[in-house]
């Protein structure tokens, strides 16, 4: 049986469904990203209400899983991955003492044994890549805080990106477009975020003594 017929068989379907996903979804986003959109980002927009969410089943089960420690796209495939090699291999760990599983329980044990690896590969990304967005505290409680336009510029169009330093001293990169009525902000500008909504935050330039406080901040 060569390699393509091995990955052909209907007991190891969904995990070459899985693999195939791989591919498209890494093309979907690398394709968006030269059409200046970004998947990921709608995406994230989504798992930002979850987070906001406390009480919500949804944000518990995206923060045990550490859906936000990593970039989402990368969680995507981390757990397409994973769950296509543990479907392998568990086939064919079946198939040297008997007949494999039908694909619906080998599928369900592959997803039972995802879960965990995933939880532990995304933080273990974590701590080898530093990522500037955290979740550690909720993002509303960076409306009022100071920060500097990373991505840029805000104005009318396309949101950027401010980084921003929460109360415990941990930076955040977090989508944000500059409030109604506000100039467009240069990238290298400081800022105050003023309000979040849609995912967003809104940014105008901050005052003079607040620069100050975010220099010295930055330096630190």
């Not at 296509?84 to 044994?113: C, E, H, K, M």
């Not at 400081?190 to 309000?195: E, I, Q, T, Y």
Request: aromatic share 4%; with cysteine.
């Amino acid at each position: 049986m060569t390699m393509l017929d091995h990955f052909m068989q209907p007991e190891v379907r969904p995990f070459a469904v899985a693999a195939v996903m791989i591919v498209l979804v890494g093309g979907v986003e690398i394709g968006s990203m030269l059409l200046g959109l970004s998947i990921s980002e709608l995406l994230g927009h989504a798992v930002d209400l979850g987070h906001d969410s406390d009480s919500g089943s949804l944000g518990q089960v995206l923060s045990w899983i550490n859906v936000g420690g990593v970039p989402l796209m990368i969680c995507i495939l981390l757990a397409l991955g994973i769950f296509s090699i543990s479907g392998f291999l568990l086939q064919d760990a079946v198939r040297l003492v008997g007949w494999p599983l039908p694909a619906s329980a080998a599928g369900v044990l592959a997803a039972v044994i995802t879960v965990p690896l995933l939880r532990s590969s995304t933080r273990t990304i974590a701590r080898l890549v530093p990522q500037d967005e955290s979740y550690a505290v909720g993002l509303a409680d960076l409306v009022g805080r100071t920060g500097e336009v990373a991505v840029g510029p805000l104005d009318g169009g396309l949101p950027g990106r401010v980084r921003v330093k929460d109360i415990h001293g941990n930076w955040h990169t977090v989508t944000a477009t500059a409030a109604p009525g506000s100039p467009a902000l240069p990238k290298g500008a400081a800022v105050l975020l003023v309000d979040r909504k849609d995912g967003r935050f809104l940014a105008i330039a901050a005052a003079d003594e607040l620069t100050d406080s975010h220099t010295s901040s930055t330096r630190k």
